[in-house]
């Protein structure tokens, strides 16, 4: 079982700036990728960021050039720097991590975080 633990959501201004963490803890034998979504009221939930293993970072369209996607492999945490917000911004936002165990280390499975409100008004 894994746990993915998010903090950083909140309201801000926009043309302001937030930092989204993700912690991944419990029986993980490799992390495969991690990355962010987002899923606006009546809209589908979108790739925004990824970091996969052994790989460089890609963005969504939208947010290139705005948001920055880093990662601490030594504590399986992924974060997500996000400058210039716009309104177009506000949605839910859920970490991902694909992950193998040490039980089963040929197979991935992906888990997600509970979700986090960013609100950037205008």
């Known amino acids: 079982q894994v746990q993915l633990v998010e903090s950083g959501g909140g309201l801000v201004q926009a043309g302001g700036s937030l930092r989204l963490s993700c912690a991944a803890s419990?029986?993980?034998?490799?992390?495969?990728?991690m990355s962010w979504h987002r899923q606006a009221p009546g809209k589908q939930r979108e790739l925004v960021a990824s970091f996969p293993r052994g790989a460089i970072p890609d963005y969504a369209d939208s947010v290139k050039g705005r948001f920055t996607i880093s990662r601490n492999s030594a504590k399986n945490t992924v974060y997500l720097q996000m400058a210039t917000l716009k309104p177009e911004d506000t949605a839910v936002y859920y970490c991902?991590?694909?992950?193998?165990?040490?039980?089963?280390?040929?197979?991935?499975?992906?888990?997600w975080g509970q979700g986090t409100q960013v609100t950037v008004s205008s």
């Open positions: 991902n991590a694909r992950v193998r165990h040490f039980s089963d280390d040929l197979i991935s499975y992906d888990y």
């Open positions: 419990g029986s993980i034998f490799r992390i495969d990728a």
